[in-house]
């Protein structure tokens, strides 16, 4: 004897999980049978992971299959149902899913704001990484209502320079442009050097004028063109990809 049925035809999913109870019911004399933790969706599969600040004050996106449920399905009842199809003999059970429960962690962190924006996409804002030596390589698990997927690695954008202003024979502002720079305010900037020399912080005044994106300093007096600018920005380095 076979019973079919149809398990999600919804663009939200139709769940995640394993270890469901199945249980069918003849209709004709009200009969149940039950079979415990015999039932799993298929477990979720990652095929990309996006890159974010190591500030974690960027959102991550996870793509791939078998998320389940969307975070905002509840109370819709067009998301994420479970169908059925007329059988004979058979009572068909209709019901809505509970939105999927899932976590995701970086280095043994866990991640904060996660949502399932649909069957193949997830988004949370991944921890901050910013008193790490190193942001790159380390371990990535996410759990997708209680099935494990662990083993991957995942690196955070660290910080990169993209032009650097140039400054008067007298000295001034430079404005150096990039990513990756961090909070507003100058407490995360702990060195600034142009053409292999540290400069005095108490002098250059460094700070990021605009999140992620912009910091300026002070330059001293000086002769020469496309010295190198290197920042180090908490734990991490621009490298000298900037000129100025």
Do not use: M, W
């Not at 069957?119 to 942001?135: K, N, Q, Y």
């Amino acid at each position: 004897v076979e019973v079919r049925c149809l398990l999600g035809s919804s663009q939200d999913g139709s769940g995640a999980g394993a270890g469901y109870d199945v249980s069918v019911v003849r209709a004709s004399d009200n009969q149940a049978n039950t079979s415990a933790a015999i039932f799993s969706y298929l477990a979720p599969v990652i095929s990309f992971l996006s890159p974010a600040s190591f500030f974690g004050d960027e959102l991550v996106t996870v793509t791939g299959s078998n998320f389940g449920c969307t975070s905002d399905f509840a109370g819709n009842s067009s998301g994420c149902v479970l169908p059925v199809t007329a059988t004979p003999n058979i009572t068909a059970r209709r019901r809505l899913l509970a939105a999927t429960s899932a976590t995701a962690s970086i280095n043994g962190v866990a991640a904060t704001n996660l949502t399932v924006v649909s069957h193949s996409v997830i988004t949370f804002l991944p921890p901050d990484a910013s008193t790490l030596a190193s942001v790159l390589n380390l371990d990535f698990a996410i759990n997708v209502q209680g099935q494990l997927l662990a083993g991957r690695k995942y690196s955070y954008s660290t910080p990169t320079i993209l032009s650097v202003s140039e400054a008067s024979v007298f000295g001034g502002t430079v404005t150096v442009t990039g990513r990756n720079f961090g909070p507003v305010g100058s407490a995360n900037i702990l060195q600034v050097i142009v053409a292999q020399k540290i400069q005095d912080l108490s002098f250059a005044q460094p700070r990021v004028t605009v999140a992620g994106s912009e910091i300026e300093f002070k330059a001293p007096a000086g002769r020469g063109v496309n010295f190198d600018v290197t920042i180090q920005i908490a734990t991490q380095t621009t490298g000298s990809s900037g000129q100025g």
